[in-house]
């Protein structure tokens, strides 16, 4: 089991920048996945990037070349660094942990979400 705390949310610009942050309550290693998902009012929740423990990256099309997932495993901590922020980024950001157990399937985990506005 993880439990995951995200932050760095908040309103800001069109054009500006922010850095979400995603603290795990132990150790990266042994997790599957790291992953950014979103949900904006009215909509499905979307899976925006992915970073794999054999250090692959998966990003959503809207936010290829904008959006940066990264990892520090020594703080436990993933991170999506968000670029040239549209107005469309906005939503609410969970943070999402993958481990495949001992039957091989993935047990998922969810942070509490963390706020995004964009304006205009």
């Known amino acids: 089991q993880v439990q995951l705390v995200e932050s760095g949310g908040g309103l800001v610009q069109a054009g500006e920048s922010l850095r979400l942050s995603c603290a795990a309550s132990?150790?990266?290693?042994?997790?599957?996945?790291m992953n950014w998902y979103r949900q904006s009012p009215g909509n499905q929740r979307e899976l925006v990037a992915t970073t794999t423990s054999a250090g692959s990256t998966y990003y959503e099309d809207s936010v290829k070349g904008r959006f940066t997932i990264s990892r520090d495993n020594a703080k436990n901590t993933v991170y999506l660094q968000m670029n040239s922020l549209k107005p469309e980024d906005t939503a609410v950001y969970y943070c999402?942990?993958?481990?495949?157990?001992?039957?091989?399937?993935?047990?998922?985990?969810w942070g509490q979400g963390t706020q995004v506005t964009v304006s205009l």
């Open positions: 132990r150790s990266l290693f042994n997790i599957n996945a």
């Open positions: 999402n942990a993958a481990i495949r157990d001992s039957s091989g399937n993935f047990v998922r985990t």
